[in-house]
């Protein structure tokens, strides 16, 4: 089974704070994903990535960036977090194509990040 | 106008009951149809996805897809209380590497 793995389950920072968000994929997918989800406003998605050193903004990128460096990481910055930026946090991973029209995404448990 | 819509719900139906969660598209290209359920505090699982108009049955879950009207449905027989969750519908477009969400529609069944 393909497993996408979250740093933190929980995190607690304060306003103003540099936070780092990790997740990491062990089954060779080129794509990889960062969503938050709030209650009432669904899936939204920040950055994805085709492809190392590739990022590509989502609807939502404001106030966070992104980085590949390894095919099987990527890592979501939030630069000077803010309490708005109180959410769940979700990273998911595919593959291509014929693959993605069969299996879709594979998703991370989820970081609920609490900024105070 | 959002790609996906789905209703909010929430959708009550007593155990043993069928449920119908309903789900429709405005990408005329799409390809690609996923249901994921999603437990409260937890991220989505797939439940399944569906390519072809017809219905695709696994278990107690049948995905109907009808494109011509622009439609997705997830069908759940016999609901049991561990079925109560947020069910997502997903869309893949023909051009886009990435699948659409839409905002959910929240189950529960009644014991």
């Known amino acids: 089974d393909v497993k996408v793995t979250q740093s933190s389950r929980y995190l607690v920072k304060r306003t103003g704070e540099k936070v780092f968000l990790e997740c990491v994929q062990d089954?060779?997918?080129?794509?990889m994903f960062w969503y938050r989800q709030d209650p009432g406003l669904g899936l939204r998605l920040i950055y994805f990535?085709?492809?190392?050193?590739?990022?590509e903004k989502g609807d939502i990128p404001e106030g966070y960036s992104v980085s590949r460096e390894k095919k099987e990481r990527f890592s979501l910055i939030l630069e000077s977090a803010s309490t708005n930026q109180t959410s769940m946090y979700l990273c998911?991973?595919?593959?291509?194509?014929?693959?993605?029209?069969?299996?879709?995404?594979?998703f991370g448990s989820g970081t609920r990040l609490t900024v105070v | 106008q959002k790609e996906v819509e789905q209703n909010s719900g929430p959708l009550s139906v007593p155990e043993g009951a069928i449920a119908s969660l309903n789900c429709t598209y405005s990408?005329?290209?799409?390809?690609?149809f996923f249901w994921y359920r999603q437990y409260s505090g937890k991220s989505p699982e797939l439940i399944m996805s569906?390519?072809?108009?017809g219905d695709k049955e696994d278990g107690r879950f049948t995905a109907q897809l009808n494109k011509a009207s622009q439609y997705v449905s997830l069908l759940i027989r016999d609901s049991q209380p561990s079925d109560s969750a947020t069910y997502l519908c997903a869309v893949m477009s023909g051009s886009a590497r990435q699948l659409t969400f839409g905002s959910g529609t929240q189950l529960t069944v009644l014991p």
């Open positions: 990408d005329r290209g799409s390809q690609s």
């Open positions: 998911a991973s595919s593959l291509w194509a014929e693959k993605l029209t069969r299996y879709g995404y594979t």
């Open positions: 990535s085709y492809d190392v050193k590739m990022k």
């Open positions: 089954m060779d997918h080129e794509n």
């Open positions: 569906i390519y072809s108009n």
